[in-house]
């Protein structure tokens, strides 16, 4: 079956870097568009970027733009998130979302179980 | 950008109770939305895609309506494990946008 693990995590510096990470296995990685999504500590869920099947479309979510980079490589079945110039109000469980089977249906219809970024001096 | 509100945003119920949660947008976003619901350090599941199509395994007392600005999650009679925190999603156009969310609460 579907799953997506993420991992990466962890407690870093405001204005540092860090790289997470979403393996993905039970289906053809290739074929689907891949999202993050954040949930800071007692809050809701905030979108954060996608990236097309082939990796030639990408958009972000204004609160990151021009700071954090979704990538993919297909042949590790891995999805990315760079985060650099981290900022305090970037603490959040990031989740890995994968869309639904059909063409069009672009909600989450699975997720990973989410790894924590605390940003935080 | 698309803004989805959620209303209310607590909702206090029992068992067997029927409850309805709204949300609005700001712009018309056809039925282009999904509901999810996230119970306390879980990850979120999706309950109706499409403003009314009903997930695989989801119960039946989950239902959903609505098109264009509103829409509407009903659950028929509350249950126990309905205690949870819901949220409206849409993915007529990007930035994706959640709404604020809705906390079940027992009554």
């Known amino acids: 079956q579907v799953h997506l693990e993420e991992a990466g995590g962890g407690v870093v510096q405001p204005g540092k870097s860090l790289r997470l990470s979403c393996v993905a296995s039970?289906?053809?990685?290739?074929?689907?568009?891949l999202h993050w999504i954040r949930q800071a500590p007692g809050k809701g869920l905030e979108w954060v970027a996608v990236i097309s099947y082939d990796g030639s479309q990408k958009y972000t979510a204004e609160s990151v733009k021009g700071r954090f980079t979704i990538s993919k490589d297909n042949s590790k079945k891995t999805l990315y998130l760079q985060m650099n110039n981290l900022r305090s109000e970037d603490t959040a469980v990031y989740y890995c979302?994968?869309?639904?089977?059909?063409?069009?249906?672009?909600?989450?219809?699975?997720w990973g179980q989410g790894t924590l970024v605390t940003v935080s001096s | 950008d698309i803004q989805l509100t959620q209303s209310p945003s607590t909702l206090s119920a029992s068992v067997g109770d029927r409850v309805t949660i709204t949300c609005r947008a700001s712009?018309?976003?056809?039925?282009?939305v999904a509901w999810y619901q996230q119970k306390a350090g879980k990850v979120p599941k999706v309950l109706i895609a499409?403003?009314?199509i009903l997930e695989n395994g989801v119960p039946s007392r989950f239902s959903g309506s609505g098109s264009g600005t509103t829409f509407t999650l009903t659950i028929s009679s509350l249950q126990p494990d309905d205690f949870a925190t819901y949220y409206c999603?849409?993915?007529?156009?990007?930035?994706?946008?959640f709404g604020q969310g809705t906390k079940l609460e027992i009554k």
């Open positions: 979302a994968r869309e639904a089977e059909s063409v069009g249906d672009q909600y989450f219809q699975h």
């Open positions: 499409k403003a009314s």
């Open positions: 999603q849409q993915f007529n156009s990007y930035p994706y946008s």
């Open positions: 039970g289906f053809s990685f290739r074929n689907y568009a």
């Open positions: 712009q018309s976003i056809s039925r282009w």
